[in-house]
């Protein structure tokens, strides 16, 4: 008798839609524990639900079931009745942590963002955002002011990695230009990296604000310069080494990607001797587009909130590159961290 040939293969389960489904239940879940500063108190001492509760002026109901949903997830340690924190809620979910990331939630929870995912069958429907008018190509939209105070803490890390990528350690005059600058982290961190590197850095005018704080906490506000306005319009400068594109093509479709790609190649330094580089730093999908998960599931977060944006394959932007009139590229990767990078040369 011929055998099965589904007999190996696991019962049919509700789980894979089941936890998509329920995944904003998660969302909620940290949003409040952040907001009644759950994690802090923690790790104040503050372990049973009795003192949790007292410290972050809830209920004790609500704190013990708060915490148990968190210690599921792993984000909390619980024995005895009594909670700590993990290593990872200790180092970025507890407030007085100096590589702090609460902030991130929100930005990534804010009234835009929920929206745009609620609405997308209809952005897949458009192919593109069903928000209406682009906020992100507003020069005074408050949404790019909220990515850069929110957001910043979190692309520190990523900034410093690509800076260590990008320069040696070196004392040679450097000039950078850091488009989309947001945040302000990764001109920053190339300032840092290097104490001659000259960085400019373009964006709106309030969101360089936010930016300009960020580098003079870091100390590098002498060598830090702002260039207020759009990266398609403002006169970028010239003679660069680097250009930075810091999560900046995916909100673009190709063409327009190419176009700044061409600007980008005119700024760069070209004197014989020295020609400068851009560098792409980007959730990049595999070719097959399934992974590595986070960088291949951002194409949704395009797709909800952008008329024509998407995330690109490495193939797809060494064309766009070589397009635009530039040299080999090369892909590299940052440890363990979602984005990559692209470096190319004239």
């Known amino acids: 008798m011929p055998e099965d040939p589904r007999s190996d293969t696991p019962a049919p389960s509700p789980e894979a839609f089941l936890q998509p489904l329920s995944g904003f239940q998660l969302t909620a879940l940290l949003k409040a524990a952040l ?35 968190l210690a599921v997830i792993g984000l909390l340690f619980k024995h005895n009745g009594h909670y700590k924190l993990t290593p990872d809620s200790e180092a970025f979910l507890r407030r007085d942590s100096p590589a702090y990331l609460g902030t991130v939630a929100d930005f990534l929870t804010s009234p835009q963002q929920l929206e745009g995912f609620r609405l997308l ?30 957001m910043g803490p979190m692309q520190r890390f990523v900034a410093q990695a690509q800076a260590e990528l990008l320069l040696p350690r070196a004392v040679e005059p450097c000039k950078v230009l850091d488009i989309a600058a947001g945040h302000g982290m990764f001109g920053i961190a190339m300032a840092q990296r290097n104490p001659h590197a000259q960085v400019y850095a373009l964006d709106w005018p309030s969101v360089l604000e936010v930016a300009a704080e960020n580098a003079a906490l870091a100390g590098v506000a002498e060598r830090w310069h702002k260039i207020p306005g759009s990266a398609f319009e403002a006169e970028l400068g010239r003679d660069y080494d680097w250009v930075l594109l810091p999560n900046f093509l995916h909100h673009f479709d190709i063409a327009t990607c190419e176009g ?14 020295n020609q400068g580089e851009v560098a792409i730093l980007d959730f990049i999908p595999d070719e097959d587009r399934l992974g590595p998960p986070r960088a291949a599931l951002f194409a949704l977060v395009m797709l909800a909130n952008t008329p024509e944006g998407d995330t690109y394959t490495y193939a797809q932007l060494e064309e766009m590159l070589r397009h635009a009139g530039f040299g080999d590229a090369e892909l590299h990767t940052l440890g363990a961290r979602a984005q990559r990078v692209v470096i190319a040369g004239l």
């Open 35 to 69: 907001e009644l500063d759950l994690f802090t108190q923690i790790g104040k001492g503050a372990q049973s639900p009795a003192e949790l509760a007292a410290a972050c002026r809830c209920s004790e109901r609500g704190a013990r079931i708060l915490a148990d949903a």
């Open 121 to 150: 069958a209809e952005a897949a429907r458009r192919g593109g955002s069903a928000l209406g008018p682009d906020p992100a190509h507003a020069p005074d939209s408050p949404l790019w002011v909220n990515f850069a105070r929110n």
């Open 260 to 273: 700044l790609l061409r600007r980008v190649r005119a700024a760069l330094r070209d004197d014989g001797q």
